[in-house]
């Protein structure tokens, strides 16, 4: 083997034991989170938190959706009482209309009065004037001085006050209106030409002397206010039928864009993304277009919503309360709108950040390509060595034994079960030998270019790989759970051990020795002891003495473990769980396989930055976060806290969230005489405390640059503790932010 | 069997029919609160409503290019209103809903009144009451009852409450009520005269285990509604009322303008939704997690927004930020106002006498709280007085009982006339005499075996020990051993099974703490699903009110 091939299998190793380590650790959460509850249960169960049931019956919000409820409708029983009520309405109005339209049917100023009342008296029949001896409107009497008038549309007779006239012009407006609306009316009983008004003359009144006296006002027709009345309805009705305020004009373009905007924003997000992942399926130029257009609609809907707020805001009586507000409504969800959706427009990239990432999907997929050569050309290698060795071991009959894996064979194509020349004494498990001999089947598959096949076996593989790492983790699991047990157990009497180990330590800080002491622990050196356990699974348990008394000795040291040391097991831990333990070099997750996993930063990392800068801001924070301060409930629950906190039972009172601080157990008789270091404290309610114990120490004073990393890295915790949901444990972890920062804000202020 | 959800799709439908177009809701004083529970502001603009109206406002101008959405009440009132609406209508057209049955004579009166055939729509929708969470309700009626009576008015309105909440969830159910309560036996008989008359409404899919309404009394139950409350819902509305989700802030010292009036509503305030059944100490660290959140996204003084990246990430953050800025200084305020009341009103000391006067039976050392309390200068007179006024509900009989030297206690302490009176007046309500039920003490002998052990494991939390008495006669009800002497069936028939669906009133209102009660019912019982609602939901003060 080369040297290259040697180290990349050594960190092959070291990525594995941190995997497990990290397998551990999860155990240990896991069973601390146990206990924990099991203290915590009585507090719990009294109030029954919004996680705590996940069985049994179904959270009223979740509750299936509520269909519509019953409904009735009365609208046929409506329309029926309104339809006789409309028929007679309609009827009247009709009626009018049709003797309005009759009397301006003439040219009333050329015409003499005499025949103008002729032909009135023709379209309806006058009351006479002997049976009214009365205005009926205002209750008058009749007499010579308050003559009698007749309306020219119902014949009814009124005195001058309540007499009303009606214009040509408004006649006309009416007559012409009504010939366009009344057939396209929805009132069943009407035609235009009814049969009213047919029975003209066919009383003959005696025309009365008051009327003959009246004053000539022929290019007006008299009328009483009841018919006035019903024909001004009637106008306003066909004004409103023929106007549309700019109300609605500006309204309904509004809807329009509004409706564009749905249409297309969506279309422009596909492409936006597509493009900014560096694909190539549309194209730049016409992602820009269109996000142009959208953004040009986003405009007009905000000037035409301006608009419409300032709508008739300068006339001069000014626009009643309710249209303003009805236009300041309008503009809000407008805003709203257009918040909503144009925030969530993504940008594009520029031209040259497009090429970039291009190239760099480019680089992607010729890595990945490159990658599958070498895998192929390792396997013909492997092959050849194989062959090689086969001819060395004819007689063995070894490949009978490879071959009697139940491979989905296809005989007819017939590839050989090949092995992967490595490691074959790890392929005891079943799972593991037909991974390897469909990897091979692959590698003959892609040989002879046969793609489809190559596609099958690897979906096959993959499912076979997924299998085995789940079969992998629950094993490790099940091995940490045990370890973590008794690892429990030393710890207890390694407490005693460390506290005389610390003394003897002191003694020999005053000694001076301890700088070679500790370096004797540096990390360089504890990584090839660490492999050991890599290298032979049978010794777990020494593993875990081992872990468990390099957490003595590093205990033992008068500071508290570096933060560096806790970084490293939080990047393993949130990769794939079972990538370090995969034996084979070939598997499908090659690129992070060689990666060194001390490198491997990446994964674990967004979550620290993410979080990392407005911690290392926060005690410099400004004036708003004070603002917020203020309101902080939290000071003043302290103090009552103390007093008898109603949350706390009588006997624990640790899960408190409000006074770790005040009455923190502090019961740790080893911890170092340097008083009330917070950093201790930080350690010792820190459930990851063993990620912490197998690194190296440090005596100086903590680096700020350090304090800060062991926030960002706490701050991952919490997030990661957080997406696991188990609060207590983000509980826990806040504090200890919280201890910190303080510690930061400390050093700080010596510095 | 979801309460906000019925009346939400209710709603929705009305607002549907309309078609597009700018719309105005034209609403009674009732229906607006009904709405505004289910729908927020903007919510409702995005579906082109932009004006709300009362129907009783003379102030409303003719705008004809609006639609109009009518939301009423089936009042005489509302009718006469809508006919002058109708006469000279201000609107296009409208679509009409009532929240209940309307009598075919008031269709034919308004009907009659359209004769510019403005309406399109005439309908009955029955979102008739208050939907408060999705499994609790309220008519938001206060007093409806005289004595031991009903007052006529207010059962009918709770008899038209209670069968729209049957309509609008499609359900037709057995109904059973509380013996000892006369009023419970008559809006029984209400509601089956109701469901018996629109028989034709009340016609549903069968489900295989019919539905079950039980009916019961306050006065049953007078403890509850006097403890102080220590989960977030509960604990706002003791000590600063919840009115349709409506919190009003304006009394607390240095309030800013803003927050004078703050919303609480499960439904779009998802910290709210998350924390209303915690309890306060869980919300403490929540609200702690919550702002450490916000201070997370909150954009940075120090930080110069020197590229056009970062203005551009800031711009596409902001409202966001600015969303979750509004929630926390909202959730701030009040839990902020809420430990200073505590604190202010040594209500953890008083909750702690409180419950033990309700949970135990240790006579002399609560009185010996009691006396010691009242003569805590912080204790104020409402909580003086509603100590005193448990220990008369549960020490009524004692054979040592010494209410007359509390009251003079009360009295020596200077606390008015008005609430010492309730003293007497609460056990006028809900004493022995009229208890249907034993409070206090256990029953059979699974009870007594239970309280042993409890007395032997110690209290869980001093402060929530009280397990208000309906999730006794729930959990009975759900497993089938409710007794039949004490809540009879209206009606020959009885249920078999044990009860799937059931709606549960309590005349004289609910408490949140038997909603929170009902709400873990729901969730760890399979297969149950419990809808309580009261004539309104109380706190003490609003309890007091009543008395």
């Not at chain 1, 444990?729 to 201890?739: K, P």
């Not at chain 2, 709300?52 to 003379?58: A, C, G, H, N, V």
């Not at chain 2, 100490?281 to 702002?291: F, R, V």
């Not at chain 2, 929170?516 to 004539?535: C, E, F, M, S």
Request: proline content about 6%.
């Amino acid at each position: 083997m080369s040297k290259g091939k040697l180290k990349k299998f050594c960190k092959k190793v070291v990525g594995f034991i941190l995997q497990r380590k990290s397998l551990v650790q999860k155990a240990k959460k896991a069973k601390n989170r146990l206990l924990k509850r099991e203290g915590d249960d009585r507090a719990e169960s009294g109030t029954q938190g919004y996680e705590s049931f996940s069985y049994g019956g179904v959270d009223p919000y979740m509750w299936e959706p509520q269909e519509l409820g019953a409904v009735r409708s009365h609208l046929s029983d409506f329309k029926k009482h309104r339809a006789a009520r409309i028929d007679h309405y309609v009827v009247e109005v009709n009626k009018l209309i049709i003797r309005l339209e009759k009397l301006t049917a003439f040219d009333r100023t050329n015409t003499e009065s005499a025949k103008i009342r002729a032909i009135e008296k023709s379209v309806v029949p006058w009351v006479n004037d002997q049976d009214v001896p009365f205005c009926p409107d205002c209750g008058n009497k009749f007499s010579i001085r308050n003559r009698r008038h007749h309306c020219r549309l119902c014949g009814s007779i009124m005195c001058k006050k309540c007499m009303e006239l009606i214009s040509l012009p408004f006649a006309n407006k009416l007559t012409s209106a009504s010939k366009d609306s009344l057939s396209t009316h929805t009132s069943p009983s009407q035609s235009p030409n009814s049969v009213h008004g047919s029975r003209r003359g066919s009383i003959s009144s005696v025309s009365s002397v008051s009327s003959v006296l009246d004053e000539k006002d022929d290019d007006r027709i008299r009328c009483c206010t009841h018919c006035k009345d019903t024909l001004l309805k009637r106008e306003q009705q066909i004004d409103e039928k023929e106007h549309t305020p700019d109300i609605v004009k500006l309204y309904e373009k509004l809807r329009l864009c509004m409706e564009k905007v749905d249409q297309k924003a969506p279309e422009y997000i596909r492409m936006a993304a597509s493009l900014n992942a560096g694909e190539t399926t549309y194209s730049l130029e016409h992602a820009g277009d269109l996000r142009i257009e959208v953004q040009k609609v986003y405009e007009l809907i905000d000037a035409l919503s301006k608009k419409i707020l300032t709508l008739g805001l300068n006339q001069d009586p000014p626009p009643h309360p309710n249209t303003l507000r009805l236009q300041r409504m309008i503009r809000y969800s407008a805003t709203l709108f257009v918040q909503e959706k144009l925030l969530g427009l993504m940008s594009l990239p520029t031209r040259e950040q497009f090429e970039e990432l291009k190239k760099k999907r480019k680089q992607e997929m010729e890595r990945k390509r490159i990658l599958e050569r070498q895998a192929a050309l390792e396997s013909q290698r492997r092959l050849k060595e194989r062959q090689n060795d086969l001819v060395s071991r004819a007689a063995n009959g070894e490949v009978v034994s490879l071959r009697g894996g139940p491979a989905p064979l296809r005989k007819a194509e017939g590839w050989l079960p090949l092995s992967g020349g490595q490691g074959q004494s790890e392929d005891s498990d079943p799972l593991l030998q037909q991974i390897h001999n469909i990897t091979s089947f692959i590698r003959q598959a892609r040989a002879a270019g046969r793609v489809d096949e190559v596609h099958t076996l690897q979906e096959n593989l993959r499912q076979l790989q997924d299998e085995y790492d789940q079969q992998q983790t629950e094993k490790a699991i099940e091995l940490s759970r045990r370890q973590a047990e008794e690892e429990d157990l030393q710890r207890e009497q390694l407490q005693m051990l460390r506290e005389r180990e610390w003394e003897r330590e002191r003694e020999q800080f005053q000694a001076v020795s301890l700088h070679t002491r500790t370096r004797s622990l540096d990390f360089r050196e504890i990584r090839p002891f660490q492999l050991e356990p890599g290298r032979e699974p049978r010794t777990h348990l020494a593993y875990a003495l081992d872990l468990g008394s390099s957490a003595v000795q590093s205990s033992a040291a008068p500071e508290t473990p570096s933060p560096v040391s806790a970084l490293e097991p939080v990047r393993v831990w949130s990769g794939p769980p079972a990538f370090g333990q995969d034996p084979l070099p070939q598997s499908t997750v090659p690129q992070q396989t060689s990666l060194n996993p001390f490198e491997d930063e990446d994964p674990s990392s967004p979550a620290a930055d993410g979080s990392a800068s407005p911690l290392a801001s926060e005690p410099a924070s400004g004036p708003s976060a004070c603002i917020l301060k203020e309101y902080n409930p939290f000071e003043e629950e302290e103090e009552e806290a103390v007093a008898g906190n109603p949350f706390t039972t009588p006997d624990s009172p640790a899960p408190n969230p409000f006074d770790e601080e005040d009455e923190h157990p502090y019961p740790r008789p080893s911890s170092p005489p340097v008083p009330g270091n917070p950093f201790e404290e930080a350690t010792c309610t820190n459930p990851f405390e063993m990620d912490s114990d197998s690194g190296p120490e440090r005596e100086e004073a903590i680096e700020e640059e350090l304090l800060l990393q062991q926030i960002d890295n706490i701050k991952a915790y919490i997030f990661d503790a957080k997406q696991c949901g188990r609060l207590d444990e983000v509980e826990l972890l806040t504090e200890n932010l919280r201890e910190l920062k303080r510690t930061l804000a400390k050093q700080k202020g010596t510095n | 069997m979801n309460v906000v959800f019925a009346v939400k799709q209710y709603v929705s439908k009305m607002i549907e029919d309309s078609g597009p177009g700018m719309k105005v809701l034209l609403m009674d004083k009732e229906t607006t609160g009904i709405v505004s529970m289910v729908y927020t502001q903007s919510e409702i603009l995005q579906k082109e409503v932009y004006l709300f109206e009362r129907i009783d406002s003379q102030n409303r101008e003719i705008m004809k290019h609006l639609k109009a959405i009518c939301f009423l009440r089936p009042t005489k009132e509302n009718v006469d209103y809508l006919i002058q609406e109708l006469r000279r209508p201000k609107y296009s057209i409208y679509f009409i809903y009532f929240s209940n049955v309307i009598s075919k004579s008031d269709v034919k009166s308004l009907a009659e009144a359209d004769e510019q055939e403005v309406v399109a729509e005439v309908q009955e929708f029955y979102g008739d009451y208050i939907a408060v969470n999705p499994h609790l309700f309220s008519l938001n009626i206060l007093g409806c009852c005289q004595g031991r009576n009903w007052d006529p008015a207010q059962l009918s309105r709770t008899t038209q409450g209670l069968t729209a909440l049957l309509l609008s969830l499609k359900k037709c159910p057995m109904i059973r009520y509380q013996l000892s309560s006369e009023s419970a036996k008559r809006l029984a008989e209400c509601v089956k005269q109701v469901i018996t008359k629109e028989y034709e409404l009340f016609e549903f899919r069968r489900t295989e285990v019919p539905p079950l309404l039980l009916i019961l009394d306050r006065c049953d139950d007078a403890i509850t509604p006097l403890l102080n409350q220590w989960t977030y819902q509960a604990m706002v509305h003791e000590l600063l009322g919840i009115n349709n989700n409506r919190i009003d802030l304006s009394r607390v010292p240095g309030i800013s303008k803003d927050l004078r009036e703050v919303v609480l509503s499960a439904e779009n305030d998802e910290f709210y939704a998350n924390n209303m059944y915690l309890n306060f100490a869980e919300i403490g660290s929540n609200i702690k997690t919550l702002m450490e959140d916000f201070q997370k996204k909150k954009p940075k003084e120090q930080q110069k927004l020197e590229s056009i990246a970062d203005m551009k990430a800031f711009v596409e953050n902001y409202p966001q930020f600015k969303k979750m800025s509004g929630t926390v200084s909202k959730h701030v305020t009040v839990v902020g106002e809420l430990s200073r009341l505590v604190s202010e009103r040594n209500l953890l000391e008083v909750s702690e006498v409180e419950q033990e006067l309700a949970c135990q039976n240790d006579h002399s050392s609560a009185l010996q709280n009691v006396k010691r309390l009242l003569r805590n200068p912080k204790v104020t007179e409402c909580d003086a007085a509603r100590l005193v006024m448990l220990y008369a509900l549960h020490y009524e009989r004692h054979s040592s009982n010494s209410l007359p030297g509390l009251v003079m206690d009360l009295r020596n302490r200077g606390v008015s006339e008005k609430y010492r009176k309730l003293v007497s007046a609460v056990v006028e309500y809900g004493g022995k005499r009229v208890r249907g039920s034993d409070l206090f003490s256990p029953k059979d002998a699974v009870a007594i075996t239970k309280q042993f052990l409890k007395g032997l494991k110690g209290v869980e939390n001093v402060y929530t020990q009280h397990q208000p008495f309906l999730h006794e006669t729930l959990d009975h009800l759900i497993k089938g051993k409710l007794k039949e002497n004490l809540y009879p069936y209206l009606g020959p028939s009885t249920l078999r099974d044990r009860p799937q669906d059931i709606v549960v009133f309590i005349i004289g209102g609910v408490t949140y703490e038997e909603a929170l009660t009902a709400y873990n019912l729901n969730r760890t019982t399979p297969g149950v699903r419990i809808v309580l609602g009261g004539t309104a939901v109380h706190n003490t003060k609003r309890k007091i009110r009543i008395l």
